[in-house]
Nanobody, 117 residues
Framework: QVQLVESGGGLVQPGKSLRLSCAAS????????MGWFRQVPGKERELVAR???????KYLDSVKGRFTISRDNAKNTVYLQMDKLKPEDTAVYYC???????????WGQGTQVTVSS
């Protein structure tokens, strides 16, 4: 099993930056990929960015060129650097890990990001 702990959320003005961190513990060697999702009330959770074992990345179209996902394997941590933030980026952001042969999903507790002047 895997435990995910997020940090780095908060209130930020439009145009500013924020970095989220997600530290994984437990059976981390079986993690296949890690990613960030976000959710606003009344909407489905959506994939923001994902990074695989080989370093391949995937982004939601609306964040391409503004957000960057990266991972530090030595620290078992994945980061989401969010630049040029917009009010529509406001959401609860969740860290996700796909684990094992079946790509079982593990989730963090979520961290609130609010972009407002």
């Amino acid at each position: 099993q895997v435990q995910l702990v997020e940090s780095g959320g908060g209130l930020v003005q439009p145009g500013k930056s924020l970095r989220l961190s997600c530290a994984a513990s437990g059976s981390v060697l079986s993690i296949n990929s890690m990613g960030w999702f976000r959710q606003v009330p009344g909407k489905e959770r959506e994939l923001v960015a994902r990074i695989t074992d080989d370093g391949s990345t995937k982004y939601l179209d609306s964040v391409k060129g503004r957000f960057t996902i990266s991972r530090d394997n030595a620290k078992n941590t994945v980061y989401l650097q969010m630049d040029k933030l917009k009010p529509e980026d406001t959401a609860v952001y969740y860290c996700n890990a796909e684990w094992g042969i079946t790509d079982r999903d593990y989730w963090g507790q979520g961290t609130q990001v609010t972009v407002s002047s």
